[in-house]
């Protein structure tokens, strides 16, 4: 689909909106980009990751309200990245956005972006990720900027920062509001598909990884306050089986896509690493046990490191069965 058959000038900003059966949600996201004021030719390609509810409807219903060409596109290869790496060779502009299909950017989101790659002359630029919570969030998430940032995404840093190689620590780009131009993107391997969300596993990290591969490059990547999203988080994903279930598959996507980790092995796991989760888990108890505060973040690195040691553990199995 299209709501034009072609363009006045040359596109300077693509929107690569990805989406997988959450068409509620695309609904929003699309309706958001419509009410974009800008004088930027721009564009919007939707890639369905292979959906099976009404995803390729509403963005059909939803294209001609949107004040720019939109295209759909359906990509049947399950995960994130293949879903952004189809994006990016869809897409025509010099600069290449993306957004999650629960964010709401402002309605100057486009502008902001090309402005702040034009005065920073960045090759890649981020900004503000503020929560916009269902229902009021329990107190153990609203008093962990741990859990926010790692579970939500939310980046309220309001300073201008140029960042530097490795990506960590306060402001970062992330993968709810990012842009890159399309020379920098292209100079750097694609999205991952060993790494991002796919289907129902939680796996993270493809954005960092693109990332760091630019600042590593020596490009310049800037976080921008000036460009604002708000990311939905429903009540479903403030339940704690959501988080632990995060970070346990966050540790294990990252043991199966990331190099081989140090040190003699116990059925594919470092020796290191069963000591560290068996000692994760002695301070978890503790911590439960004398009711203290730090007991969540105990919980927490538990899990990603027990998920860590089934990544390698699993990882340990295929390559055993390989001929």
């Known amino acids: 689909m299209s709501t034009a058959s072609g363009h006045a000038a040359p596109v300077a900003v693509s929107v690569v ?23 930027l ?20 219903e939803l294209a001609g ?3 720019c060409p939109v295209r759909y596109v359906f990509e049947k290869e399950q995960g994130l990245s293949r879903a952004r790496n189809r994006g990016v060779h869809e897409s025509t502009g010099a600069i290449i956005a993306f957004m999650d299909d629960d964010v709401r950017p402002a309605k100057d989101w486009v502008d902001a972006i090309e402005q702040s790659m034009r005065e920073w002359s960045a090759d890649a630029v981020g900004g503000r990720i503020v929560p916009h919570w269902e229902s009021r969030p329990p107190s153990w998430i609203e008093n962990s900027v741990r859990v926010k940032g790692h579970c939500y995404g939310v980046m309220e840093f309001s300073e201008t920062r140029t960042l530097s190689f490795p ?6 780009v992330w993968g709810s509001s990012m842009a890159f131009r399309r020379e920098a993107l292209g100079a750097v391997e694609p999205f991952n598909p060993l790494r991002g969300v796919t289907g129902q596993r939680l796996w ?6 693109v990332l760091n591969r630019l600042l590593e490059q020596g490009r310049r990547v800037v976080y921008d ?25 966050t540790g294990e996507g990252e043991s199966l896509a990331g190099r081989p980790m140090p040190g003699p092995r116990v059925l594919g796991v470092p020796r290191w690493l069963v000591r560290t989760v068996v000692g994760h888990f002695l301070a978890y108890a503790r911590a439960r046990v ?14 990603e490191d027990a998920g860590r040691a089934w990544g390698l553990f699993r990882r340990h199995l295929s390559n055993s069965r390989r001929p």
Not at 19 to 32: D, F, I, K, M, S
Not at 43 to 54: Q, W, Y
Not at 204 to 209: D, F, H, L, S
Request: charged letters at 30%.
């Open 167 to 172: 990506m960590t620590g306060t402001p970062q």
């Open 290 to 303: 004398r009711g203290r505060v730090d007991a969540l973040d105990r919980e927490l690195d538990l899990l």
């Open 41 to 60: 030719a721009w564009e919007v390609i939707v890639v369905d990751n292979n959906s099976t509810d009404d995803t390729r409807a509403v963005a059909a």
């Open 17 to 39: 909106l990805c989406t997988y059966n959450r068409a509620h949600l695309l609904r929003g996201a699309l309706e958001a980009l419509a009410a974009q004021s800008t004088g």
């Open 65 to 67: 309200r949107v004040p």
């Open 225 to 249: 306050p000036r460009i604002v999203v708000w990311h939905q988080i429903s009540a479903r994903r403030m339940e704690r089986r959501y988080v632990r279930r995060l970070f346990f598959q």
């Open 204 to 209: 993270r990290g493809e954005e960092v990884e």
